[in-house]
């Protein structure tokens, strides 16, 4: 939130940095090698390999493994770096790590071993769940994996399976016995399978992200190891749970990344554009929108800054906080993406306009993220199955707070992630208390906060909000249509609006004494989101005022595309403000 | 003939689309929206069946004799392909102008061109103006008995595979408001070294379609090309708008009945906890969510499409209501049903040969062309501080089954670019009344009808305040009045309804669809949604059920 600070520089902002220009239609890290690629459904070779150049492979292994990799944060902010450029790249590389994580959590030395030496030789690997008959229920998987004398007999097909076509390994998830303790997770390897025993199905020709490897894998009678057992047998779901929730934060780089282009692109078209003898950025509709969307983008980074840190050193916050990234972040970014391209008028809907067409690439590509590792519905749900232990929770005051590095500036060095941490269900909300800790600190502020009265005004309804939320929940969670079911969705869904009202405003509170910047001193940052949020929960009108401008004025000045890869915006931030 | 009478004609005559191949088929769709291919087989097959003849009102040789068959009829073939039907409909949609205020000649040489098959374009965006008209710079300099014009159309539908252009230029001796001139240009008969078209502009959705620019240079057209009387290019575009907004909607509906039909067929198939997937109290909710939006917007279109036969002054209100309500819920819920969907959503081929996201694409641009959102609000917001005269609801009644009144030639259509009263929502206090004495038992009704009333009557209150039409509160108001006004509808097309045969669907419908529009996002009752999902259901059977699956009644949900 602060201004950049010119201190190390990050790797995301080294990577841009080596991508070069966006804009710069040779290199392949420009929307024009992306759109194209897109076009002829050409997976994004160059741009993959010009990343695994720079060194990404070493940012998908745990530093324990000699690798990089030591923050989710760090992973977020490259993953967000890459996502701005191209989508179908960042997923491919981003399905390393979903495949990977399984083995970095609770893998042997040698499938470790295995897995680093795949991904330092430029490897894709799958993450190989979903089937064509079972998709978000995974107890129904139908790939067997038999006892043979000397191992594992795997049979059956993975589909919708991204990385399916290029895969060199692939954790796989194999039936072996029933019930929840009746799944098993294997890492296997192509070059250990005999002929026809690992088929890759045709690719599967999809509207967004085409230039994807997407397809599906068939086993046939593919011998596995004992040694190839990820975890111990039967311990299948409960790693992959867990891999979820890290995987479920993850995604929400991809949505922001997305979101972060397109909010450029019509931000620009926006200053450019002249109607009715005025830039249409100063027809309120326009201003209206832009404001919105930048809100979100706030919004979502926050929550999702705070849930990395969260998994590592409060691991059991995640099952909650990453069902509500997942549901959440992706759904603020497909909203703004949606209504900046109201913005962009025809141009969203040119495959050569504006930057190369960039945006509707874009568009589709993001829309994706709502689906995969965990639907909409699907965390929705989870989200409300939590609700009532929460309520309970908040009614018996059996809620303590997050360490102070959650939501601070900058945090390093925090504890790697543990399998043995992590929780299948969060008991109590400890991100919620952040409103009434701002509450407090607004009612007894020594800080002069120009916005004062409008952000107790807003934490207030929040809290009453929860609390109406909560009593809800109390009244109905016992019925018969609760489960599963639309009213209990829709609490859910409110509730992770609160729960990311909480997370800005935890965030504020934590960085406002450091910062120099008026914007978050005055309380307008918090103001912007907070208001964002509440008018997501309660529509009304809203006349564009200072907040909307000094927002409008911060994008303005965020840097675009053209200043990504320059050596001044080399900021520990990657420039970005806040 | 009656609209239906036709629309099922064509329907029938067009076939299963689900088969493998074939104009009108989902696959053909699909497959032509991905080579970016102009949809040749759909469109003969469509010109075999004698589409064009519908294009053409029936006082110049053609069939079309109603708004709302022709609404209907675009609507069966947006159910297949909304690409096809945009281009099939272009000729009425861009000789519209020449339909409401050309003269004899013109309408002849557009109607005999249309029946031979050939193509009409609408010219008027330029690509640094967009939707300020004014600001156009295409010009047209008269010296003596012709017009020398200059200039680059951009983004036009057809451009270049049209016959006529109704094109709309400058004449830099006029000025202001009055200084636009719409030319219909026989581009047969212009001089080739005149003018240049431009090459096909790839768009993401409505891919097949050719839409290109067309520049001029020195490019003679006689005097007598003017439609209606120069200078009056802009009222006559806005006229033509307001036929063609009221059209537009007719599309967007088609692509969400094949939306739905495709997730429903999809979700009743699915394995999903040991049930199917319309067994989860979720999915089933969504769904009859999307039926009752369905619904909805239909009738709301139909509503809006008969405003234009029976009561066209009132035109410019509904169309602005139609073009923004049924466009705007349409996509939202595609969205929506985009998530129950889950991966075949996102496929191109398989499951209904993945025509699903397809449509949400072209169904996009329904929003946009002929006036996007804060475009057709700002226009509506204008027209509120007239709609001030106090006006008898029963003028209006006609919109309401009316039967399947013909239009008449649409050069007979008389209405301004502005309406003064609105008989529509003045019918409220009549129709809530009438409501509530036959339903006095029933609170949720009165609290829709309450919800109804309050608006109404902080609209009126606030009309009068004039506010700015691009200003947010401007068109924050004006987004309320056209749900006003679409909510109002729904309540005396069901009275109607009640009053025509003594029957209509649940009255719990009618107040789900009040508050579907009052306030959208929120869930109907569970009883109302069991009941609508039945109706649905019975709509679209569900298909033989599989052989059962292993872990039957199971309920675990692998995600806790
Ligand atoms: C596939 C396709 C086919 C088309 N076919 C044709 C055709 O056949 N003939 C033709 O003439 N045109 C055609 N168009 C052009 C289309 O009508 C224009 O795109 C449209 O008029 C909007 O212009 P614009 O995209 O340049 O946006 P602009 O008009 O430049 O608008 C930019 C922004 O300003 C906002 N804005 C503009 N006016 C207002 C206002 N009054 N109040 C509030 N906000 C406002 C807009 O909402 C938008 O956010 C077609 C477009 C497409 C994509
Ligand atoms: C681009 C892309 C990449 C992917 N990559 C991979 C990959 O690498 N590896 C992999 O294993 N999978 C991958 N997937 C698959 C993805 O995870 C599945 O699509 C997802 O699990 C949903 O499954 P489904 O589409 O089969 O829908 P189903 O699970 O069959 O669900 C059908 C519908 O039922 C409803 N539903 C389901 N569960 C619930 C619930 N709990 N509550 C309420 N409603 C519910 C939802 O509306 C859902 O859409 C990918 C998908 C996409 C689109």
Not at chain 1, 19 to 24: C, R, T
Not at chain 1, 431 to 453: F, I, K, M, W
Not at chain 2, 248 to 253: D, G, M, N, R
């Amino acid at each position: 939130m602060p201004a950049a600070v010119t201190r190390r520089p990050t790797a995301a902002a080294h990577l841009d940095r080596a991508l070069g220009a966006p804009l710069d239609e040779r290199l392949a890290g420009s929307f024009r090698a992306s759109v194209d690629a897109d076009r002829q459904e050409r997976f994004p070779h160059e741009l993959c390999q010009e990343a695994l150049d720079w060194g990404m492979a070493e940012h998908l292994i745990p530093q324990e493994q000699g690798g990089s990799l030591r923050s989710l944060e760090e992973c977020f902010a490259l993953s967000r770096t890459l996502s701005r450029r191209d989508l179908t790249a960042t997923v491919a590389l981003g399905a390393n790590l979903l495949a990977g994580l399984p083995v970095w959590l609770a893998g042997t030395a040698e499938q470790k071993d295995t897995l680093a030496g795949l991904l330092r030789g430029g490897r894709f690997l799958s993450f190989a769940l979903s089937e064509e008959e079972h998709g978000s229920d995974v107890l129904e998987t139908g790939v067997t994996a038999r006892r043979t004398a000397s191992g594992w007999r795997v049979d059956g097909t993975k589909w919708s399976i991204n990385n399916a076509g290029h895969a060199s390994g692939a954790t796989v998830t194999a039936r072996t016995g029933d019930g929840v303790r009746g799944l098993t997770l294997f890492l296997l390897t192509r070059d250990r399978a005999g002929a026809g025993q690992w088929a890759p199905l045709p690719k599967l020709r999809t509207h967004g992200l085409r230039g994807s490897a997407f397809g599906g894998i068939a086993f046939s009678e593919l011998e596995a190891r004992d040694a190839d057992v990820v975890g111990r047998p039967g311990q299948g779901l409960e790693i992959l749970l867990h891999t979820l929730q890290v995987t479920r934060v993850l995604v929400a780089s991809f949505a922001l990344g997305a979101l972060d282009t397109c909010l450029a692109a019509a931000g620009s078209f926006a200053r450019s554009r002249r109607l009715y003898d005025a830039p249409i950025a100063e027809l309120e509709p326009v201003a209206r929108r832009l404001s919105d969307a930048y809100a979100e983008l706030q919004v979502g980074e926050a929550l999702a800054q705070a849930a990395c840190r969260v998994a590592q050193v409060r691991p059991e916050q995640l099952p909650l906080m990453s069902a509500c990234v997942k549901y959440l972040v992706p759904r603020l970014a497909n909203d703004s993406i949606e209504s900046l391209s109201v913005v962009l008028g025809a141009r969203s809907y040119l495959a050569g306009g504006l930057w190369h067409g960039i945006v509707e690439k874009m568009r589709r590509d993001c829309a994706v993220t709502a689906l995969f590792d965990g639907s909409a519905p699907v965390n929705l749900g989870v989200i409300a199955d939590h609700l009532p232990a929460l309520a309970h929770a908040r009614a018996c005051d059996e809620v303590d707070d997050l360490p102070a590095a959650v939501f601070a500036a900058s945090a390093d060095d925090l504890p790697w992630l543990d399998d043995d941490d992590l929780e299948l269900v969060t008991a109590s909300d400890a991100v919620h208390p952040g409103l009434a800790a701002t509450r407090e600190a607004l009612r007894r502020d020594g800080h002069p906060v120009a916005h004062r009265g409008e952000l107790l005004d807003l934490v207030v309804w929040c809290e009453a909000e929860t609390a109406r939320v909560d009593d809800e929940v109390r009244r109905s969670a016992g019925s018969a249509a609760w489960r599963r079911g639309g009213a209990a969705y829709d609490l859910a869904a409110r509730y992770s609006h609160l729960h990311a009202a909480a997370a800005c405003a935890s965030r504020w509170l934590a960085r406002r004494e450091e910062s120099t910047d008026p914007f978050v001193t005055s309380g307008a940052w918090l103001v912007l989101c907070l208001r964002r949020l509440v008018g997501r929960l309660r529509p009304g009108p809203a006349p564009v005022d200072d907040v909307d401008r000094a927002a409008l004025a911060r994008l303005g000045e965020t840097p675009g595309p053209e200043q990504w890869s320059d050596h001044d915006a080399l900021r520990e931030d990657g420039g970005r403000g806040t | 003939m009656l609209p239906w009478g036709t629309a099922d004609d064509l329907e029938a005559f067009l076939g299963d689309p689900l088969r493998p191949s074939g104009p009108l088929t989902y696959a053909q769709a699909v497959a032509d929206d991905k080579d970016e291919a102009f949809p040749r087989t759909s469109l003969d097959a469509l010109q075999d069946w004698g589409y064009p003849a519908h294009q053409v009102p029936e006082a110049l040789g053609g069939r079309l004799a109603s708004l709302e068959e022709l609404a209907a009829l675009s609507r069966v073939l947006a159910r297949r392909d909304p690409a096809v039907a945009v281009v099939a409909n272009s000729p009425v949609a861009a000789a519209m102008p020449v339909w409401l205020g050309g003269s004899p000649e013109q309408r002849d040489a557009v109607a005999r061109a249309v029946l031979d098959g050939r193509y009409v374009a609408l010219g008027l965006t330029e690509e640094q103006h967009g939707a300020d008209l004014v600001a156009g710079e295409v010009t047209a300099r008269r010296t003596g008995d012709v017009y020398v014009v200059d200039g680059v159309k951009w983004l036009i539908n057809n451009v270049r595979l049209a016959r006529f252009l109704c094109l709309l230029v400058r004449e830099p001796e006029r000025s202001g408001l009055r200084s636009l001139t719409l030319l219909l240009v026989d581009l047969d008969a212009l001089a080739p070294s005149s003018y240049e078209l431009l090459p096909k502009i790839r768009t993401h959705g409505l891919c097949g379609a050719d839409v290109a620019g067309i520049r001029l240079r020195g490019a003679v057209v006689p005097v007598s090309a003017s439609v209606g009387r120069p200078g009056r290019g802009l009222e006559l575009v806005a006229r033509s708008l307001t036929v063609t907004r009221t059209l537009v909607p007719a599309l967007s509906l088609g692509a969400l009945e094949t939306a739905l039909r495709c997730t429903v067929d999809f979700l009743q198939d699915r394995r999903l906890y040991g049930g199917t997937a319309v067994d989860i109290p979720f999915v089933q909710e969504e769904l009859a969510a999307a039926y009752l939006d369905l619904t909805v917007a239909d009738t709301v279109a139909r509503c809006c499409v008969r405003v234009m036969q029976v009561l066209p002054e009132l035109g410019p209100v509904s169309s602005a209501v139609a073009k923004f309500v049924v466009p705007h819920v349409v996509e939202a819920r595609m969205r929506r049903l985009s998530t129950l969907l889950g991966a075949r959503y996102f496929l191109r081929e398989g499951h209904w040969s993945g025509i699903f996201e397809k449509l949400l694409r072209d169904a996009r641009l329904f929003s946009l062309f002929d006036g996007s959102e804060p475009v057709v609000l700002s226009a509506l917001a204008a027209q509120l501080p007239c709609l001030q005269e106090d006006v008898d609801p029963r003028c209006a009644d006609g919109v309401f089954r009316g039967g399947h009144a013909a239009c008449g030639p649409l050069a007979d259509l008389r209405f301004e670019t502005v309406a003064d009263a609105d008989p529509v929502t003045a019918g409220l206090q009549d129709v809530r009344t009438t409501l509530l004495r036959a339903h006095p038992d029933d609170p949720d009704l009165a609290t829709a009808l309450d919800l109804l009333r309050t608006e109404s009557d902080d609209l009126r209150t606030q009309a009068g305040t004039g506010l700015d039409p691009r200003s947010e509160l401007g068109q924050r108001q004006a987004e309320r009045y056209a749900r006003l006004f679409a909510a109002v509808c729904v309540a005396r097309e069901w009275q109607a309804s009640v009053d025509a045969c003594g029957d209509a669907v649940p009255v719990s419908w009618l107040t789900a669809g009040l508050l579907a529009l009052l306030r959208p996002g929120e869930r109907m009752p569970r009883s109302t949604a069991e009941q609508m999902f039945a109706a649905l259901m019975i709509e679209h059977p569900a298909p033989p059920a599989r052989a059962g699956s292993r872990g039957e009644g199971r309920t675990l949900c692998p995600q806790q």
